[in-house]
C-alpha cells in the first residue's frame, strides 16, 4: 500500500485563485516529486526537490521539500481552467530505486 | 523528440487469458519502470530495469507478473492467467541517469488500461 498521505483529496476553486496541497510521510524521503495527470495520460513530471527545505518554483508552481524530509508542499498561484487535473506527490527513500506515490489531490477549476 | 509509447492502449482479457504488454522508452534511456495504477489511486511501483537487468523486481504482486527488456530497450510485461484484481492501468516510464546517483526525472507513457472480465 502507498506510504504517502496527500490532502486534500479533491479541491474545487474559483478561477484566479491560489491552491495549495501537501504530503505527508512516517518515513523519511531524500526525494520529493510532484507529477500532474490527465485522463488518459500519464502523470507528466512538474517540479522536482532534492534537498531538504528546497524550495522550486517552475511558472506558476512552487513546491517545497519538508525541513524533516517527511512531507512536501505544492503552490499553485492564480489558478486557470488547464490547471484541471490530479496531482500526485511522489518519494523516494536513500538508496533506493522505486518512487512511492500519494493517493492524488484531484482539482477542479471554476472560470 | 517521441516521448515513452505504450501499446495497446486498451486490453480487454477474459479472466485466465494471457496478456502482454508493450513500453517502448525514450531512445537512449537506461533505467525503465513499470508501475501498477488502480483506480483513484496514485501508481505503485511494480519493477525496475538498468539496461537489460531486471534489478528490482519486489512490487511485482505475484508469480503471474513477469517482466523483460531482451536487449535493453523494448520492455514487454506479461501477466498470466489474468484474474479480475490485475484490471488497472499499467504505466511504463524511463529515465536518462542510472539510480541511485543523479536525478530521478522519470517520463510516463500513457499506460495501458486493462480490464479483465
Known amino acids: 500500500g502507498q506510504q504517502l498521505n496527500q490532502s486534500p483529496q479533491s479541491m474545487f476553486i474559483q478561477e484566479g485563485e491560489d491552491v495549495s496541497m501537501n504530503c505527508t510521510s512516517s518515513?523519511?524521503?531524500?526525494?520529493w516529486l510532484w507529477y500532474k495527470q490527465e485522463p488518459g495520460e500519464g502523470p507528466v513530471l512538474l517540479i522536482a526537490l532534492y534537498k531538504a527545505g528546497e524550495l522550486t518554483s517552475n511558472g506558476r508552481l512552487t513546491a517545497q521539500f519538508g525541513i524533516t524530509r517527511k512531507d512536501s508542499f505544492l503552490n499553485i498561484s492564480a489558478s486557470i481552467p488547464s490547471d484541471v487535473g490530479i496531482y500526485f506527490c511522489a518519494g523516494r527513500k536513500e538508496y533506493g530505486n522505486k518512487l512511492v506515490f500519494g493517493a492524488g489531490t484531484i482539482l477542479r477549476v471554476k472560470s | 523528440g517521441a516521448g515513452v509509447s505504450q501499446s495497446p492502449r486498451y486490453k480487454v482479457a477474459k479472466r485466465g487469458q494471457d496478456v502482454a504488454l508493450r513500453c517502448d522508452p525514450i531512445?537512449?534511456?537506461?533505467?525503465l519502470f513499470w508501475y501498477q495504477q488502480a483506480l483513484g489511486q496514485g501508481p505503485e511501483f511494480l519493477t525496475y530495469f538498468q539496461n537489460e537487468a531486471q534489478l528490482d523486481k519486489s512490487g511485482l504482486p505475484s508469480d503471474r507478473f513477469f517482466a523483460e527488456r531482451p536487449e535493453g530497450s523494448v520492455s514487454t510485461l506479461k501477466i498470466q492467467r489474468t484474474q479480475q484484481e490485475d484490471s488497472a492501468v499499467y504505466l511504463c516510464?524511463?529515465?536518462?541517469?542510472?539510480?541511485?546517483?543523479?536525478?530521478?526525472?522519470?517520463?510516463f507513457g500513457p499506460g495501458t488500461r486493462l480490464t479483465v472480465t
Open positions: 531512445s537512449g534511456h537506461v533505467s
Open positions: 518515513s523519511i524521503f531524500n526525494t
Open positions: 516510464a524511463s529515465s536518462l541517469v542510472l539510480l541511485p546517483i543523479g536525478g530521478l526525472e522519470q517520463y
